[in-house]
């Protein structure tokens, strides 16, 4: 019988040495390639996107949100959203149109300070691009219903200037809006004879 008890609790011991000494943790600061793991995760995000999906390059405070697609940058807003304007701008597939809240514009030094220096890196990143205003709360009402619909890429940055996010609606890069409506016109017009 002691032998019997012996080979059980010899057996429970090896067992839990076993577990143990497979789930060893190790805390390791992270290398220069795990800080851009954000990158990874977005060419494969990018890769899925297409006409009618949504980036966006946001500001700490960005709200999670359902529907959504969340990569943490742990990187300043313009370093990452000048990668994935190259990133989109290098892809056969997309283009972006460009959105800020419009709230940015009305913002001074005296209420943000360094909000005119980053107002001035922010346009030489967008290189001349159009972008278009929307008020912040417009923002919300736009996610939520592409939310339900599209893939939305939220992009999370370190940046605490309020409203400095940048959303990018992608549409379609190797086809354009006029030649939409030319493939319409001749598709009424071919129905139209029949």
């Given amino acids: 019988m002691n032998m019997k008890h012996f080979i059980k609790n010899a ?25 851009k793991d954000w990158v990874k995760q977005f060419d494969e995000q990018l890769e899925l996107n297409g006409h009618r999906n949504w980036i966006l390059v946001v500001d700490k405070a960005f709200p999670q949100q359902p529907g959504m697609t969340i990569i943490n940058t742990n990187e300043k807003l313009l370093p990452v959203l000048d990668a994935v304007l190259k990133k989109i ?3 056969t597939h997309v283009k972006p149109t460009i959105f800020n809240d419009a709230e940015l514009s009305y913002l001074n030094d005296s209420l ?15 290189n001349g691009a159009t ?15 592409a939310s339900k619909l599209f893939s939305v890429t939220v992009l999370k940055t370190e940046e605490v200037i309020p409203y400095s996010s940048v959303f990018l609606q992608l549409d379609c890069g190797y086809w354009s809006g006029e030649k939409e409506q030319q493939l319409r ?6 129905s139209n004879k029949q």
């Fill in 11 to 35: 057996g429970w011991l090896l067992f839990v040495g076993f577990m143990f000494g497979c789930n060893t943790t190790t805390v390791e600061k992270p290398s220069s390639s795990t800080e």
């Fill in 89 to 91: 701008g290098a892809s």
């Fill in 112 to 126: 943000v300070p360094g909000v005119s220096n980053y107002k001035a890196e922010l346009a030489k990143t967008l």
């Fill in 131 to 145: 972008i278009q205003p929307l008020l912040h709360d417009t923002v919300f009402v736009r996610m939520d219903a």
């Fill in 185 to 190: 016109q001749l598709m009424k017009a071919q």
